[in-house]
């Protein structure tokens, strides 16, 4: 049976290689956000750029939506594959539950790295209209979503039983190939 973090990283528009990453890489699994859905909820989209001062690197901006926060507000992580390979990765976040090392860092060091010349600005907390358009549908259902967690008293974790119905509904959509077209990838650039 596979664990709620398994299958939230499962779902999420990552490369094969960028989950590999996630499984040998637990640390860096528990420093995301989207694993955390008591606080955040994952917007199932991923925005690929190429940074200019970095042309041989990728990097991969996913939203949240931290609907858990008084003023409720959508954030952007970064993960950057080095060299453009899907076997090496660094995450930038503000994310403060595990230590940070060669391959976790804090949200600061990306933009002075790859947001000189304006690259990346504002591009942590965005607002609603900052998000790409394609976005915006997958937006309005997480801010719904968040309200309707918090009108129901908060998240509540899921026992053995919904875990392994979820897993066997998500097995079911891949099969149909019919996960919604909001799982797909959004490539923009962020200048």
Same mark, same amino acid.
């Given at each position: 049976?596979?664990?709620?973090?398994?299958i939230l990283? %499962?779902i /999420?528009p990552?490369?094969?290689?960028l989950?590999? +990453?996630?499984?040998d890489?637990?640390?860096? $699994?528990?420093?995301?956000?989207i694993?955390y *859905?008591?606080?955040?909820?994952?917007?199932?989209m991923v925005v690929?750029? !190429?940074p200019?001062h970095? *042309?041989? %690197?990728?990097?991969i901006?996913?939203?949240?939506? &931290?609907? =858990?926060m008084?003023?409720?507000?959508?954030?952007? %992580?970064?993960?950057? !594959?080095l060299?453009?390979?899907?076997n @090496?990765f660094?995450? !930038?976040?503000?994310?403060?539950?595990?230590?940070h @090392?060669? !391959?976790?860092?804090d949200?600061?060091?990306f933009?002075?790295a790859?947001g000189?010349?304006?690259?990346?600005?504002? =591009?942590? &907390?965005?607002?609603?209209e900052?998000i790409?358009?394609?976005?915006? *549908?997958?937006?309005? /259902?997480?801010?719904?979503?968040?309200d309707r967690?918090?009108? =129901?008293?908060?998240?509540?974790e899921?026992?053995?039983?919904s875990?392994?119905?979820?897993? /066997?509904?998500?097995? $079911?959509?891949?099969?149909? %190939?019919?996960?919604?077209p909001? +799982?797909?990838?959004? &490539?923009?650039a962020?200048?």
């Amino acid at each position: 049976m596979m664990s709620l973090e398994e299958i939230l990283i %499962d779902i /999420q528009p990552f490369s094969d290689g960028l989950k590999k +990453w996630c499984t040998d890489h637990p640390d860096f $699994t528990k420093a995301l956000k989207i694993i955390y *859905p008591a606080k955040f909820i994952s917007m199932g989209m991923v925005v690929v750029t !190429y940074p200019p001062h970095y *042309p041989n %690197d990728k990097v991969i901006g996913f939203y949240t939506y &931290h609907y =858990a926060m008084r003023k409720p507000k959508f954030k952007q %992580d970064f993960i950057v !594959y080095l060299g453009k390979k899907d076997n @090496n990765f660094v995450l !930038y976040t503000r994310q403060n539950l595990v230590p940070h @090392n060669s !391959y976790i860092k804090d949200i600061k060091e990306f933009f002075d790295a790859y947001g000189r010349d304006g690259n990346y600005l504002r =591009a942590h &907390h965005v607002t609603f209209e900052e998000i790409p358009d394609e976005g915006k *549908p997958r937006a309005l /259902q997480a801010l719904n979503l968040g309200d309707r967690i918090k009108s =129901a008293g908060g998240f509540r974790e899921l026992d053995a039983k919904s875990l392994i119905k979820a897993n /066997q509904d998500l097995r $079911t959509l891949r099969e149909k %190939d019919s996960i919604d077209p909001i +799982w797909r990838k959004i &490539h923009s650039a962020h200048n």
